[in-house]
């Protein structure tokens, strides 16, 4: 057989376990259903963001401002709508709800109190590091909000899922600790030049990694996630759409009523075919569904998400757009292309692998098989030429192997993956 070219698939398989296990402690998904992603299939790296705390978080508490960030960066509030004109306007009336939805209310008894949380995330070629001061009166109050209807959400009404899931990042102190977190991440921006478009997707990436982890009680707000350093798929799109929200850009909350899921949306204007499933709202407008759980281009999805009911509310009157859609398009394209490729290579290589152990062995023993020079010299040509065309399919293979690596391996990169398959010349190969 031929020798064995491993593909460097355990990140990828690491990604696609963590979110096949956020859907099922989540509920979003039965688990019998199937947890690929639509596209893509295996996920990427993410082992990015990793929050470093400093001292206990429980018992070493600072003063002063949240955040470190040079105060020149400024805080970037977009164009976020009012709650009391962006409610769910379809179904029931819901004037007479008597839910009880969480709250932020600060705890006064920690007013003025502090404890930093640091995170370090991969993008494009390099890695940045932000430190924030996690308001302890914020943090507290969030501890003490009443979130016990999140334990039968999926269970709700969509009107009901709707404000409870509004309720985790709309509200004045929401907003408080969103301005005080953009000004972290826009420092960023402003230091490395970032284009809206760059700054979108290192928000993205930021969120995404952040570990995954499932809460043992509620479902928490922004506040905690980023201090206990770690959140569910709720969680971190909760998270991930005020951020969003807040720096512009045109975002919805993409409500699954039936798996009891909500994620974030980002506004396209397509042209032509974008290759994904868009969602579309009442006004026309269309979105991406985002994975917040670990990295993954925008635009892929569960395959439990591609044939279930959805409810698109966009949270503000508009924004900036994703435009870098097509890249990914143009990605994952390649990367089923790649694949075919991979499959065809392996398949080919193993079988002139046989026949060329088979040909050795007769020129080794030619006595056996040869009578004359000129059949001996035939032979070995065929040998030769076999050897010849097994070689430069093996470094197709291994170029493609190596660009399939990339493409699972750096979802926070979206421009360097696209430049890697182009100057590659993989797709351009021909076989």
């Not at 709700?156 to 005080?180: H, I, L, T, W």
């Not at 506004?267 to 993954?296: C, N």
């Amino acid at each position: 057989m031929a020798p064995a070219i491993s593909l460097k698939i355990s990140l990828a398989i690491l990604g696609f376990l963590l979110l096949t296990a956020c859907m099922l402690v989540c509920g979003c998904v039965n688990g019998n259903n199937g947890d690929s992603v639509n596209g893509m299939g295996d996920a990427g790296d993410g082992s990015g963001s990793s929050p470093t705390p400093q001292g206990n978080p429980d018992n070493t508490e600072n003063t002063g401002s949240a955040g470190t960030a040079q105060s020149s960066a400024g805080t970037d509030t977009g164009t976020g709508a009012d709650a009391e004109n962006n409610a769910y306007a379809g179904g029931a009336d819901i004037a007479a709800d008597t839910k009880v939805y969480p709250v932020l209310v600060p705890d006064a008894a920690y007013e003025g109190k502090t404890v930093r949380r640091t995170f370090t995330t991969k993008f494009e070629k390099s890695q940045f590091t932000i430190d924030f001061d996690v308001d302890m009166a914020l943090l507290k109050g969030a501890r003490n909000a009443d979130k016990s209807l999140g334990r039968k959400i999926a269970k709700e009404s969509p009107e009901v899922q709707y404000k409870f899931y509004r309720s985790y990042f709309e509200g004045m102190e929401n907003s408080d600790f969103f301005d005080a977190l953009i000004k972290q991440l826009r420092y960023i921006k402003i230091t490395e030049r970032l284009s809206d478009e760059e700054y979108l997707e290192y928000l993205v990436t930021f969120v995404q990694q952040i570990p995954y982890n499932s809460p043992e009680g509620n479902t928490r707000f922004p506040v905690e996630v980023i201090y206990d350093g770690m959140g569910d798929c709720d969680e971190k799109s909760m998270l991930l759409m005020g951020l969003l929200e807040k720096s512009g850009y045109d975002t919805a909350l993409l409500l699954f009523p039936k798996l009891g899921h909500a994620v974030c949306g980002i506004k396209i204007v397509p042209q032509g075919d974008v290759g994904f499933t868009t969602y579309s709202a009442d006004d026309g407008r269309k979105y991406l569904y985002i994975e917040a759980t670990t990295p993954y281009y925008i635009g892929l999805y569960p395959d439990a998400f591609a044939n279930t009911d959805v409810l698109v509310i966009p949270l503000s009157d508009g924004g900036m757009p994703y435009t870098k859609y097509n890249y990914v398009a143009y990605i994952v394209d390649s990367k089923k292309k790649i694949e075919k490729r991979i499959d065809f290579f392996k398949t080919t290589l193993d079988g002139w692998y046989d026949e060329l152990e088979e040909m050795k062995y007769k020129l080794i023993n030619y006595k056996q098989y040869y009578s004359t020079q000129l059949e001996y010299d035939t032979a070995y040509q065929r040998y030769k030429n076999r050897v010849d065309e097994y070689n430069r399919y093996f470094e197709y293979y291994q170029k493609n192997i190596e660009v399939w690596n990339e493409i699972v391996d750096r979802p926070y990169d979206v421009e360097g993956v696209r430049r890697t398959i182009y100057n590659s010349k993989v797709n351009d190969i021909e076989y």
